[in-house]
Structure formats: C-alpha cells, structure tokens
Nanobody, 116 residues
Framework: QVQLVESGGGLVQAGGSLRLACAAS????????MGWYRQAPGKQRELVAS???????NYADSVKGRFVISRDTAKNTVYLQMNSLKPEDTAVYYC??????????WGQGTQVTVSS
C-alpha cells in the first residue's frame, strides 16, 4: 500500500500563496492519476486538481488560473501551487493516488487557512 504524505499547509492572508507537496512512497508513474482534493467544514470533499500519468491536468472551475498542479518524478512528489488565495479556499487538502484498479490511496491531509 502506497503511503502519501502531504506538507506545506498553513495560515496565509488573502491574496497570498502556498505550495503543497505530496510525497509518495513509491513511483508516481505506477498510478493512473494523482490529485488534490479539499474538504471544508460542513462540505463534501471536492476535487481541486489532478494530473494523469501522461501529464494531462484538470482543475476545478473555482481554482482555474490560480492553482497549478505539477510533479517531480525523480522525487515521486506532486505539488499544488496555490496563488491569489481566497478565504473560501480554506479547507483540509488531501492528496490522492488513483491505481489502475481505480482504487484510491489517500494522505492524511494538511490544513490550509486563508484569512480575510
């Protein structure tokens, strides 16, 4: 079972930036896709951004133009660069890896808090 460890969360003022990192215990090429999800209090978990094995990316409409997902295959790490942060971006952010069986492995989550 792959282990995913997120880092980089914290408290930032509106308009600021953060970069999240998700380090996988194995090769990220073993997954068909990796993604970042978030869950705000009282809300359902939602997909924020994803990147496929082939490098295609996908973003939620709410973060397009502000967030960028990328990867470093040598470090088996996926990043989420978050710019122009808004208070509504406040949530616990989770990294997920989708296997060929379509099962997903999840990290423990990292808190992002954006103050107004």
């Amino acid at each position: 079972q792959v282990q995913l460890v997120e880092s980089g969360g914290g408290l930032v003022q509106a308009g600021g930036s953060l970069r999240l990192a998700c380090a996988a215990s194995g090769s990220i090429f073993s997954f068909v896709a990796m993604g970042w999800y978030r869950q705000a209090p009282g809300k359902q978990r939602e997909l924020v951004a994803s990147i496929t094995r082939g490098g295609s990316t996908n973003y939620a409409d709410s973060v397009k133009g502000r967030f960028v997902i990328s990867r470093d295959t040598a470090k088996n790490t996926v990043y989420l660069q978050m710019n122009s942060l808004k208070p509504e971006d406040t949530a616990v952010y989770y990294c997920a890896a989708t296997e060929v069986t379509l099962q997903q492995a999840w990290g423990q989550g990292t808190q992002v808090t954006v103050s107004s």
